[in-house]
C-alpha cells in the first residue's frame, strides 16, 4: 500500500473502480491508457539535477542543503518571478561561501531579511514569516534529536523510505502535510516524500539514497502535476473548477476541491503505474514518472494551475 493511502478509515480513492467522479472533476482510465500507449512504456529520464541548480558534495552537507531546501519548498507562485530554483541556487552559493551557513544553530536564528539575502532575493518572500519558523524548527529538532545533522535524520531510517517520511512527520511538525476529505483524514505528505526523492536522485540510489521500499514514495501533490495532467487530459475538471483555475482565483486550503486536485493526482500516476506494469511488464517508480510530469511543466510557464496558499507545498 502506497503512503497516500493510509487513513484512519480504509484506503481512498478506490483502486478497483474504471472511473472516479468526484465533486471537482472526472477521472477516466480511458485517458490514462492513451497516455501510457502514447509512451509505449517508456517513461522519459529525467536526472535530478538536470537544471544543475544545486549543491552536491556526495556527503552530509547534501543531505542537509536538500533537508534545509525542502523545509522551504512550498508556495512560490504568489510572487509571479520568483520560482524553486532562486531557493536551490540561493542556498547553494550560500554552502559554497560558508559551509556553516546552514548549520543547525544558525538555522534557528535566521530572519527574513537574512533568509533574502542568502538568496538574494530583493523583496519579502511569499509566507516569509512561515519559512522563517519552519527554518528555526528545522534548526531546533536536528539539533535536539538528530545531532543537528539531517544526516543522522536519515540514517535512523535504516534505509526505508517510509520509515524516514514517518521520522519526519513524528518530528517535524511544519512537514505533517493532513487533510480531512468526508471526515476521513488524508496524508499526502508532499515535503516529506521529496525528500526521499531528492536524496534517492542525488545520490543515485547509494549511499544517502539507498532506500529498500523507494517503490512505496508517491507522486508529490503540488501545483504543478495536477496542471500537468490536465493538460494531457488525464484529469477533467468540472466547469466550476475550470473558471476558478484559469481565472487564477484562490481555492482555500482543505476544501474538497483542493483535496481532490492533489488526490486525483497521485491516483492517476498510480493507475499509470499499473498499466505500464501491465501492459508493458515495466516497474516504475511513481518519483520517475513525477520527475517527468514535473519537467514537462516547468517547461510551460503559461500552463494554468490552481492556486492555494500552503505551506505544504
Not at 74 to 98: I, Q, R, S, T, V
Not at 219 to 243: E, H, T
Not at 266 to 291: C, N, P, T, W, Y
Request: overall charge neutral; hydrophobic content about 40%; glycine content about 6%.
Amino acid at each position: 500500500m502506497r503512503l497516500f493511502f493510509f487513513s484512519r478509515e480504509k484506503a481512498w480513492p478506490p483502486f478497483d473502480s474504471f472511473m472516479v467522479v468526484l465533486r471537482a472533476f472526472l477521472l477516466t482510465t480511458f485517458e490514462i491508457e492513451k497516455v501510457v500507449e502514447s509512451m509505449q512504456g517508456n517513461i522519459p529520464a529525467v536526472e535530478w539535477d538536470f537544471e544543475k541548480i544545486h549543491y552536491f558534495d556526495n556527503g552530509p552537507l547534501t543531505v542537509q542543503y536538500i533537508f534545509v531546501l525542502d523545509a522551504l519548498n512550498f508556495c512560490f507562485w504568489p510572487d509571479k518571478d520568483l520560482n524553486y530554483d532562486h531557493f536551490a541556487m540561493g542556498l547553494k552559493e550560500a554552502l559554497e561561501n560558508d559551509k556553516s551557513a546552514l548549520d543547525a544553530d544558525r538555522l534557528q536564528t535566521y530572519t527574513g531579511p537574512e533568509l533574502r539575502k542568502m538568496l538574494k532575493w530583493p523583496r519579502p518572500l511569499p509566507s516569509e514569516e512561515e519559512r522563517v519558523r519552519l527554518l528555526h524548527e528545522v534548526g531546533q529538532e536536528l539539533e535536539r534529536s538528530f545531532g543537528g545533522e539531517a544526516a543522522n535524520l536519515v540514517r535512523s531510517s535504516g534505509n526505508s523510505a517510509s520509515t524516514l517520511v514517518k521520522l519526519i512527520a513524528r518530528h517535524f511538525p511544519g512537514f505533517r502535510d493532513h487533510a480531512l476529505y468526508k471526515g476521513r483524514q488524508i496524508f499526502l505528505y508532499k515535503r516529506a516524500q521529496i525528500f526521499v526523492a531528492d536524496l534517492w536522485g542525488a545520490f543515485k540510489g547509494k549511499s544517502f539514497g539507498n532506500f529498500d521500499d523507494v517503490n512505496c514514495i508517491t507522486i508529490f501533490a503540488d501545483y504543478i502535476v495536477p496542471a500537468v495532467l490536465r493538460q494531457l487530459g488525464v484529469l477533467k475538471y468540472s466547469s466550476a473548477l475550470c473558471s476558478i483555475v484559469d481565472s487564477n482565483m484562490e481555492i482555500v486550503p482543505g476544501t474538497e476541491e483542493e483535496v481532490e486536485l492533489r488526490a486525483c493526482s497521485v491516483h492517476a500516476v498510480e493507475k499509470m503505474r499499473e498499466l505500464i506494469k501491465k501492459k508493458f511488464g515495466k516497474q516504475v517508480l511513481s518519483i520517475e514518472i513525477d520527475l517527468w510530469l514535473w519537467s514537462y511543466g516547468v517547461r510551460i510557464p503559461t500552463l494554468p494551475h490552481h492556486r492555494t496558499l500552503s505551506i505544504y507545498y
